[in-house]
């Protein structure tokens, strides 16, 4: 099974700014995710972070706010920018192999 | 649209009493079901997949079985530590990983 891992596990940021949350998974996986999850909701996909390509963005996420990065098989990178209090969140990341596996999150507040 | 329904939202249940946990879908082509838990401040952790129905996976006191409609996770003489949310999920799609989850059971275990 695959281990991974993000930084940082926990932000407050002001509006306006942006943050970039690193994902790294300890093994090749086939696919990375980029998920959203607000508190008593689900899950939501924002992205599928491609290597080497633009990634793919789900109906209601754009790449102007959420700028993504996979340079290689282990590692990619999920920006939030010119952040609102309605990004407060927490995003976790994902990466496939015979399942889908998670990180442990990060929790962001925006201020 | 697909859609992941899962009931009760939340459980309580004395140690040593057994109980199912539902998560019913309306998701076309349906390759996998799957089942998370997850614990307060942590990513979520794979538990099962079921791939067609009929079929029962089981680990410890969980087994999660899969219908043509539903699937359930029955949790057979639970321990305090086995409180957490209970995640499941659809995988939908032809050559997609994507995950459609839902809402989750939060489940509490009392001594």
């Known amino acids: 099974s695959a281990v991974i891992s993000q930084k940082p596990s926990r932000d407050i940021c002001q509006r306006g700014t942006s943050l970039t949350i690193q994902c790294q998974v300890d093994?090749?996986?086939?696919?990375m995710f980029w998920y959203r999850q607000q508190p008593g909701q689900s899950l939501t996909l924002i992205a599928t972070?491609?290597?080497?390509?633009?990634?793919?963005?789900e109906s209601g996420f754009v790449i102007d706010k959420f700028p993504i990065s996979r340079p290689n098989l282990t590692f990619s990178t999920l920006t939030v920018s010119n952040m609102s209090p309605e990004d407060s969140s927490i995003y976790l990341c994902s990466g496939q192999q015979e399942t889908q596996y998670f990180g442990p999150g990060t929790r962001l507040l925006v201020l | 649209e697909d859609q992941v329904t899962q009931s009760p939202e939340a459980l309580r249940l004395q140690e040593g009493e057994s109980s199912s946990l539902n998560c019913s879908y309306t998701v076309s082509g349906l390759r996998g079901l799957f089942w998370y838990r997850q614990d307060p401040g942590k990513g979520p952790e794979f538990l099962f997949t079921l791939y067609s129905a009929g079929e029962e996976k089981e680990k410890e006191r969980l087994k999660a079985t899969l219908t043509k409609k539903e699937s359930f996770l029955h949790i057979t003489a639970p321990k305090p530590e086995d409180s957490a949310t209970y995640l499941c999920?659809?995988?939908?799609?032809?050559?997609?990983?994507?995950?459609?989850f839902g809402k989750g059971t939060k489940l509490s275990v009392i001594p």
């Open positions: 972070a491609n290597q080497g390509s633009e990634a793919t963005y």
């Open positions: 093994s090749q996986v086939t696919m």
């Open positions: 999920a659809g995988l939908t799609g032809a050559g997609s990983y994507q995950l459609t």
